[in-house]
């Protein structure tokens, strides 16, 4: 965990708090990422143990980050405490009143149908690259399943070939949000965008006989590791536009939803050739 010859006595009770999480099916990553940074931080201050003034300087440590991140962080800090003081009454636990407030949350942006046309427009005027021949296309599509699906970026990004079932027109959403899966139905168009898709990628000579697991939302060339969207950490250009649009049109296509609003609206045109599309 840390290097540091001063004895920690939280790195036992960590492991020991981890392990319990693990063995309820948490991931706790993020978790264990933060605990395990609090007693490196410790222990390169020669603290063994964690009390108020130690947790005041720590948290005082993180001010560059958002306040509701150094929420969070401290947050996860008083539930390992908590979870201490079961057998230990005398430790410490932070109290929430110093604690920063919570951020204020962005309000959704709504896209309309002339913007949803534009981003496509310029998706497919993207320049194809020699090691990402497909990227024009692989944008397209992001754009559409984002929009009409509202799926989220990784829900997106983890996305492989074997998750679209042509003959079902679904994509199935493995391990996301609480760490259950979903089958996602898709409207006709949507499903022919995927088929379009696959047989560009087809001609292009882009499969290999294994790569059904490898990610949907990819078109590198063979040589390049099969990562999703491997392009989405571009600079900003005409593409920055499209890369907001991967944040910001899932947030949108929920909040519609959450708010009762019908989503079947025709998409705006160039969806395909000389088509209009609706995607339900």
């Known amino acids: 965990m840390n290097t540091s010859t001063v004895q920690s006595v939280l790195r036992p009770i960590i492991s020991r708090y981890l392990k319990l999480q693990w063995a309820l099916g948490k991931g706790f990553d993020r978790e264990r990422r933060i605990l395990e940074s609090l007693d490196q931080w410790l222990s390169e201050r020669g603290a063994a143990d964690v009390d108020a003034q130690h947790f005041t300087a720590w948290s005082m440590s993180t001010q560059h980050l958002a306040s509701g991140v150094r929420r969070n962080h401290m947050r996860i800090v008083r539930n390992f405490c908590l979870y201490r003081r079961r057998s230990d009454p ?11 407030a919570n951020h204020q949350l ?3 942006y709504i896209f309309t149908e002339a913007q949803i046309a534009e981003l496509i427009q310029a998706a497919d005027q993207l320049e194809a ?6 990227r ?5 599509l992001a754009i559409v399943l984002l929009y ?4 989220r970026r990784g829900e997106l990004l983890r996305l492989t070939i074997n998750d679209y079932d042509s003959q079902q027109q679904s994509l199935f959403v493995r391990q996301s949000k609480f760490h259950k899966s979903r089958q996602l139905p898709l409207s006709v168009d949507t499903a022919q965008e995927i088929a379009t898709y696959l047989e560009v990628r087809r001609q292009h000579h882009l499969f290999a006989p ?9 078109g590198m060339s063979l040589s390049s590791p099969p990562s999703a969207i491997c392009t989405l950490s571009m600079s900003w250009h005409p593409t920055q536009v499209i890369a907001l ?3 910001a049109v899932p947030l949108s296509y ?22 209009t599309a609706v995607f339900h």
């Open 129 to 134: 690259l020699p090691f990402s021949p497909l």
């Open 106 to 108: 962005l309000q959704p």
């Open 148 to 151: 009409t699906t509202g799926l």
């Open 210 to 218: 294994n790569c059904r697991c490898w990610p949907l939302t990819w």
């Open 245 to 247: 649009t991967l944040i």
């Open 136 to 140: 024009p296309q692989v944008y397209r």
């Open 254 to 275: 929920r909040y519609r939803r959450h708010q009762g609003v019908d989503y079947d609206d025709p998409i705006p045109q160039h969806l395909g050739a000389g088509t």
């Open 90 to 100: 005398t430790c410490f636990v932070p109290g929430l009143q110093s604690f920063p």
